[in-house]
């Protein structure tokens, strides 16, 4: 059995300011759809990604970045249905040392697993399956078995977090869990964003809807912010609407909006709903807004969004579609640019060559993007002195990459070491393969 999902590390030798090569490590696998915060991530030495391989079966994978040798571990258990939605998520608890992993998950019960502790802290010579509990049920006593694009992030205290849709799309909710690494249990928050409330954008009046989140991410301050769409049914992407913002300074517990009232608080089951002040940027329905976009913090600790919409309200979501940048200024007000001004791949395309990928910044507060069209892989930067208004695009990559992935960068090594670790996918004869 091959086994597939790189680490292609991009500009080994550069300080977040320029990027020059890639340097890749493939096995055989997927993980490539575009929900999630985690799929790469490093720690102590060691970067993890988990994947799919060739028989739908669960990997993991770790790399020493000492030397560049990875060590790959095959779980006994196997996707149950390969509908292109069963992620798998990966999280780190550092202040016990365990790795997290959710996976197969689409609108079903959650299947859960962990390492021993010490794991990522006091990394063993040789990883195997003995070293993890197995798949097991995170919430055991609760009743929760309707779960959907699970993302794991941390605050600065190195404390573990869980967000997920409870139920379906266009009816759902947003949960928010916490990890104790003292007794390694997890505890139900509460809910952030409510299903309910009534929409008067869509046919009329709709009562039903679920928040497609861009991210959840705290700032340097603990600040933790969100941002998302709401999606009134499941039947069309036409649904999607409006850019919504709120931020915890609280860890979670108390959400408000962007003017600084408060709009949700857990504390008392008041959660997030339609009838809510979130919206800051408008977006009306049939403008085929994505639902999934990313989103990233910049270096003054303002959400930028990178996703696509059409540009005009259109029955066909095929119509003047386009990658789009919103985001936040430092005096408070939203901001939006189509990104239409570059000769290679940003310009107008179907939806269909799309992809919901990353957006990131260097130490000079420049935002960079990465996307794969046409088997090529291409990188794009906008400079914080132009307002980010200057893309200028180049290749990465010129004739390997396949597929609408959803590469996710690893994180930590990118703060940490200053190299770009992402994801992308490669054809192997049979399919695609991820490499990461």
Do not use: C
Not at 62 to 74: A, E, F, G, K, P
Not at 356 to 376: C, E, G, M, T, W
């Amino acid at each position: 059995m091959t086994s597939s999902v790189t680490a292609a590390d991009i500009g080994e030798q550069f300080n977040k300011q320029s990027v020059a090569s890639i340097d890749t490590t493939v096995f055989e696998g997927h993980n490539s759809s575009p929900w999630g915060q985690e799929k790469v991530l490093s720690h102590g030495g060691y970067q993890y990604t988990a994947y799919w391989d060739d028989d739908n079966s669960l990997n993991l994978s770790r790399r020493d970045l000492s030397n560049n040798s990875v060590q790959t571990i095959n779980f006994s258990y196997t996707l149950t249905d390969n509908d292109n939605h069963d992620n798998i998520s990966l999280g780190i608890s550092p202040n016990d040392g365990r790795l997290h992993l959710v996976y197969d998950v689409h609108a079903d019960p959650i299947n859960y697993q962990y390492s021993d502790a010490g794991f990522i802290t006091n990394p063993p010579s040789n990883i195997s399956t003995s070293q993890f509990s197995g798949t097991t049920d995170m919430f055991s006593n609760l009743k929760e078995d309707r779960i959907t694009y699970p993302r794991f992030f941390n605050d600065n205290t190195d404390k573990l977090y869980l967000v997920y849709r409870m139920d379906g799309s266009g009816d759902g909710d947003t949960l928010l869990h916490t990890h104790d690494a003292r007794s390694n249990d997890w505890t139900r928050e509460g809910k952030v964003i409510d299903r309910s409330g009534t929409f008067s954008g869509w046919n009329g009046g709709h009562d039903t809807r679920n928040a497609y989140l861009h991210g959840m991410t705290f700032d340097d301050n603990d600040r933790l912010h969100t941002t998302w769409v709401y999606r009134e049914v499941a039947s069309t992407i036409a649904s999607n609407h409006d850019i919504h913002y709120a931020y915890s300074d609280d860890y979670g517990t108390t959400w408000k909006n962007d003017n600084g009232n408060v709009i949700g608080d857990l504390s008392a089951n008041d959660p997030i709903d339609i009838n809510d002040p979130s919206k800051v940027i408008d977006v009306p329905t049939y403008s085929f807004i994505i639902n999934a976009g990313q989103m990233a913090l910049d270096a003054d600790n303002q959400p930028h969004i990178f996703t696509y919409r059409s540009l005009f309200r259109s029955p066909s979501h095929d119509r003047d579609t386009h990658y789009i940048h919103y985001w936040r200024s430092t005096d408070g007000s939203w901001n939006s640019q189509y990104i239409d001004n570059t000769e290679i791949f940003l310009q107008k395309r179907t939806v269909s060559t799309f992809n919901r990928d990353p957006i990131l910044f260097d130490d000079n507060n420049n935002a960079h993007i990465y996307v794969s069209v046409d088997q090529k892989l291409f990188g794009a930067v906008a400079t914080s002195s132009s307002g980010w208004s200057d893309w200028r695009t180049y290749v990465l990559d010129a004739g390997t990459i396949v597929g609408r992935g959803g590469r996710r960068y690893d994180k930590q090594r990118w703060e940490q070491d200053n190299v770009l670790s992402i994801p992308l996918i490669q054809p192997n004869g049979q399919g695609d393969t991820i490499t990461s």
